[in-house]
């Protein structure tokens, strides 16, 4: 049971070049996170997905597009990066007819040079 | 729309101390609120949740709907408490969105 994997763990891109950031839980959660990590400004959500074929806007979409491929997986995609999206990407998942435990990922630090 | 306030970016104690980290939200519906812990170099993980009223690694936190606070406690501070400490906030009933604090990070000095 590996829970919530993110891949990669590090990135550095150019500005401008796009990468896609994956996330897949193996918890048959139904809602799953993308989550952005800066100092002093804690987490704060990108996008989510409270079920497969659903995503919607979290407080920090701009820049970024995500896709639910499945209910396992859930995919950040920097189209065109910017320095201003340096940062620790988080994913998490939770089952919400359940507790509503959030489980996170090992986190994503990328690097816009 | 639902927040979540940390008032505290920093908090030091010494061991031994007591310790509260404070948290204000503001929600319109019913909220399920949170405390996560994010250990050096690990990822976030659960600490407590207000509807289990349980008490872990000795911290407890209880929800007053009147003063829309979610206060976590621990009468007694470690060493091995220092963190940083979440709170977080999720609206269930079709949203189904997990907001978080801005986070405090906790030192508890020997």
């Known amino acids: 049971n590996a829970g919530v994997t993110q891949t990669p763990k590090f990135q550095v891109l150019k500005t401008g070049q796009s990468m896609t950031l994956q996330c897949a839980q193996d918890?048959?959660?139904?809602?799953m996170y993308w989550y952005r990590q800066d100092p002093g400004m804690g987490l704060r959500l990108i996008y989510y997905?409270?079920?497969?074929?659903?995503?919607d806007k979290g407080e920090v979409p701009n820049g970024y597009n995500v896709s639910r491929l499945n209910k396992r997986e859930f995919s950040l995609r920097l189209e065109s990066a910017a320095p201003s999206q340096t940062s620790v990407y988080f994913c998490?998942?939770?089952?919400?007819?359940?507790?509503?435990?959030?489980?996170f990922g090992q986190g994503t630090r990328l690097t816009v040079v | 729309a639902q927040r979540v306030t940390q008032p505290e970016k920093l908090l030091s104690v010494f061991k031994g101390a007591p310790v509260e980290l404070k948290c204000n939200y503001s929600?319109?519906?019913?909220?399920?609120l949170f405390w996560y812990v994010q250990y050096s170099r690990q990822r976030l993980q659960l600490l407590l949740r207000?509807?289990s009223r349980e008490s872990i690694k000795g911290f407890t936190a209880d929800l007053n709907k009147g003063e829309t606070s979610f206060h976590l406690k621990k009468p007694f501070a470690q060493e091995e408490d220092s963190a940083m400490y979440y709170c977080a906030l999720y609206s269930q009933g079709g949203s189904e969105k997990l907001v978080f604090g801005k986070g405090t990070k906790l030192t508890v000095n020997p």
């Open positions: 929600y319109s519906g019913s909220p399920e």
């Open positions: 918890m048959n959660h139904n809602s």
């Open positions: 998490a998942s939770i089952h919400r007819d359940r507790v509503k435990e959030a489980f």
């Open positions: 207000h509807i």
């Open positions: 997905s409270a079920s497969e074929g659903t995503t």
